[in-house]
């Protein structure tokens, strides 16, 4: 087994969501923690878990993220971390994975599952070794406890329920 160390700049958690039903709004979490430690190709019987801080919140809008930040949605006064730790590793042939873990988001864990892609190995400019990963995957905000909307006048919502998740790694082995 490898432990991997994550190299954040060169790594993301995005998400998106319907804003007005219409469109969406893209954000990420800027700061964010995450421990490998198995086999990068076969991630079978690998260690996988995330730290994110939830003040790191970025959507490109400042009152936005602020908004986000409250008690309204994240709470990060009392909620300061999203953590996620992954329980089952499923392959799914040619470098493809099932990841399913529990997700915690202000003290409610549900499982939910990434659709994991090994995106394959090199060494950077430096000599280093580099391995590459990207997940997916889609939850309900209002599972996790974050069910502020307001109604629009012309019928449905401001904010979508659904919560679609990106992420990018990008790893050094240790």
């Not at 709004?25 to 079978?44: C, I, P």
């Not at 915690?104 to 599952?113: F, L």
């Not at 190995?121 to 905000?141: D, H």
Request: aromatic share 10%; glycine share 8%.
């Amino acid at each position: 087994m490898t432990n991997f160390n994550l190299d954040t700049a060169h790594s993301s958690i995005g998400f998106s969501v319907k804003h007005m039903m219409v469109s969406k709004v893209r954000g990420n979490f800027n700061e964010f923690s995450a421990n490998l430690e198995g086999n990068e190709q076969d991630l079978t019987g690998a260690t996988i878990d995330f730290t994110i801080d939830v003040a790191s919140i970025n959507t490109n809008n400042t009152d936005r993220d602020n908004h986000l930040r409250s008690a309204d949605f994240f709470d990060v006064e009392n909620y300061p971390s999203i953590t996620f730790k992954a329980t089952d590793i499923q392959s799914k042939g040619d470098d493809e994975y099932k990841v399913t873990g529990d997700l915690t988001i202000k003290d409610v864990t549900k499982p939910v599952t990434f659709d994991v892609e090994y995106e394959g190995k090199g060494t950077n400019p430096w000599g280093q070794e580099v391995v590459a990963f990207s997940a997916s995957s889609k939850i309900n905000r209002k599972d996790f406890g974050l069910t502020w909307n307001q109604t629009l006048e012309t019928g449905g919502v401001l904010v979508g329920e659904d919560i679609k998740i990106d992420i990018e790694l990008e790893l050094n082995p240790a």
